[in-house]
């Protein structure tokens, strides 16, 4: 049996591609570390509504430009495991890769980068600064010292539990080819719903109503195993038996042996078991 090729895929950032939540640095950095977490947990494992929460935990940190901007810094030393070179093969295969992040524009943006998605395919929150904070009398340029204090962020569908799916259909409706999307988080598991395929992932924090809801559901701390699923398993035999992406798909395929992949969708559990067992359990 033949598994889909998924044209778009989409990734969700914090706990997804990075180990991290970039609002739970900024907290720590203020000492309001165990504050925001509970209520970023709250959020993603579907008790409170982002709307909810997102204004609380940016008031309560009041981050200065500067603090934001590290995060970038975090997001690069916290990359889940195989998630850049994930990124590398996907689009060497044809794949167009997005990022959807209900985390802060700019740092998001600027790892997104990194990793080597291309800036009109990412989308986060945007915040603003009130200028009159900080040393403005000192500065000789905008932006200059980045002591400038949070104001407010541009309230959206991002900054709602329900509104990936909107972001989604901004970026991907209308284009030809399957669509998918993975994340860690309720907001990702609701907005499920604009695209061919849902996989959870639990390699960061395992959330209990996305691994009980999701389609598909990757297990391990290594994002390697989403190869089979975005690209099928007869690219993935293929990828293994030689060139630069011959140890993603080897990791790939043992992870997914030894149980990495999971699924609440019978029929669609069926359908990529024949089709790995078909390409790949004959040959290794």
């Known amino acids: 049996m033949r598994w889909p090729h998924y044209e778009h895929i989409i990734f969700d950032c914090d706990s997804t591609l990075t180990t991290i939540e970039g609002i739970d640095v900024l907290a720590e950095s203020v000492g309001k570390k165990w504050r925001v977490e509970v209520l970023t947990r709250a959020a993603m494992d579907g008790e409170l509504d982002l709307e909810e929460i997102y204004a609380k935990r940016l008031r309560a940190v009041r981050p200065t430009r500067a603090q934001i901007r590290d995060i970038r810094r975090r997001y690069k030393q916290t990359i889940v495991?195989?998630?850049q070179d994930l990124?590398?093969?996907?689009?060497?295969?044809?794949?167009?890769?997005?990022?959807?992040?209900?985390?802060?524009?700019?740092?998001?943006?600027?790892f997104g980068v990194y990793l080597g998605v291309p800036r009109d395919h990412i989308r986060a929150v945007d915040v603003r600064y009130n200028e009159l904070s900080g040393k403005w009398w000192?500065?000789?340029?905008?932006?200059?010292?980045?002591?400038?204090?949070?104001?407010?962020?541009?309230?959206?569908?991002?900054?709602?539990?329900?509104?990936?799916?909107?972001?989604?259909?901004?970026?991907?409706?209308?284009?030809?080819?399957?669509?998918?999307?993975?994340?860690?988080?309720n907001s990702d598991l609701l907005a499920g719903r604009a695209v061919d395929l849902f996989v959870g992932y639990g390699g960061v924090e395992k959330r209990e109503r996305v691994l009980a809801e999701a389609p598909a559901f990757i297990h391990s701390p290594s994002l390697a195993p989403l190869l089979a699923l975005a690209s099928g398993p007869a690219t993935l035999a293929r990828l293994s038996q030689s060139g630069q992406h011959r140890p993603l798909a080897l990791k790939s395929i043992q992870l997914i042996k030894t149980g990495a992949i999971t699924f609440t969708d019978e029929p669609l559990k069926q359908k990529f078991q024949q089709a790995f067992h078909s390409k790949i359990s004959t040959a290794y």
Request: charged fraction near 25%; avoid cysteine.
């Open 81 to 83: 495991e195989d998630a």
């Open 87 to 110: 990124i590398t093969a996907l689009q060497a295969l044809g794949h167009q890769v997005y990022i959807i992040s209900g985390g802060l524009a700019e740092p998001v943006e600027e």
């Open 138 to 185: 000192q500065r000789q340029a905008q932006y200059e010292a980045g002591d400038e204090h949070y104001l407010t962020f541009d309230e959206g569908a991002l900054t709602v539990s329900d509104g990936k799916a909107e972001i989604v259909q901004q970026l991907v409706g209308g284009k030809n080819g399957r669509s998918l999307l993975i994340g860690d988080g």
